[in-house]
């Protein structure tokens, strides 16, 4: 479905602040899959998440989905079918715009582009009947700006966006690490739901490891740049957070050293 091969980027080149961030990276991502991934700070997780949605030109290596190759492709027309949530909440949406107009801008930017001229009264309850599954009340918001939600409420649009059109892959880079613990356990079990509902091919970035091995079907552990654990369903069923600590350990020569990953194994 999504196949990585010798992806390679180096920032800078040339300067003091010359940084190799993805080193060689090959991947295979089945259709279906939901890969959870976890490594240190500076690993390279997020700048391999930027490279699969087009913010930047890799120096080697290739991105083919669905058998096309999209290396090349700009972001903007990734966007049709790579849907993606990151941390900030005020990522992703309109604040100015209403949760209408943002729903109406998340069907645009999937190639509906007959619903944003006019939203019509049948528009109004189809937007009603998505946002019901939030089960936040947005139902009766629907004209309320987005820039009035709470950071939790605004997660739970963007997620709703980004897969009211069902992607072809969704990129989910810690996309509940700025919640407080209740609004993050929601938007988790909201996203896990939505997932499987439509079967979406979905890669999440956590920094909580006793998230990266309860949901989805399999873990990658990144350092440097490189992916250096790969745990297939039916090696991780078993683990616990202190075993894929060890492993990494064992691969690596030396401790995972991400604080938050530390603090939320305490947790």
Do not use: W
């Not at 090349?72 to 949406?93: N, V």
């Not at 649009?157 to 810690?174: F, G, Y």
């Not at 956590?206 to 992916?227: D, P, S, V």
């Amino acid at each position: 479905m999504l196949r990585i091969s010798g992806l390679s980027k180096t920032f800078n080149i040339g300067t003091v602040n010359e940084k190799t961030a993805l080193q060689d990276i090959s991947l295979d991502v089945k259709d279906g899959d939901f890969i959870t991934i976890v490594g240190s700070n500076g690993a390279g997780k997020s700048t391999l998440f930027n490279a699969i949605a087009g913010d930047f030109l890799p120096d080697q290596g290739k991105i083919i989905l669905d058998g096309t190759n999209i290396t090349f492709t700009p972001s903007h027309k990734r966007a049709k079918y790579i849907g993606r949530l990151f941390q900030d909440p005020l990522r992703g949406t309109a604040p100015h715009m209403t949760i209408e107009e943002n729903l109406a801008l998340a069907y645009l930017r999937a190639g509906h582009s007959g619903i944003f001229s006019r939203i019509t009264k049948a528009d109004e309850e189809a937007f009603k009947d998505q946002l019901r599954q939030l089960d936040l009340g947005l139902e009766e918001r629907l004209h309320s700006p987005v820039g009035t939600l709470s950071g939790g409420q605004r997660q739970a649009l963007t997620l709703l966006m980004a897969t009211i059109v069902p992607p072809r892959i969704l990129l989910m880079d810690e996309h509940t690490a700025a919640l407080d613990p209740q609004a993050a356990g929601k938007i988790m079990t909201l996203s896990d739901r939505i997932i499987k509902e439509h079967r979406i091919t979905c890669l999440m970035i956590t920094h909580n490891l006793e998230q990266a091995l309860t949901y989805g079907n399999r873990t990658l552990m990144m350092a440097e740049g490189r992916i250096v654990l790969d745990l297939e369903e039916e090696q991780r069923k078993s683990l616990s957070v202190d075993d894929l600590l060890h492993l990494f350990r064992q691969k690596e020569g030396r401790a995972l050293d991400n604080d938050r990953i530390l603090l939320s194994k305490r947790t």
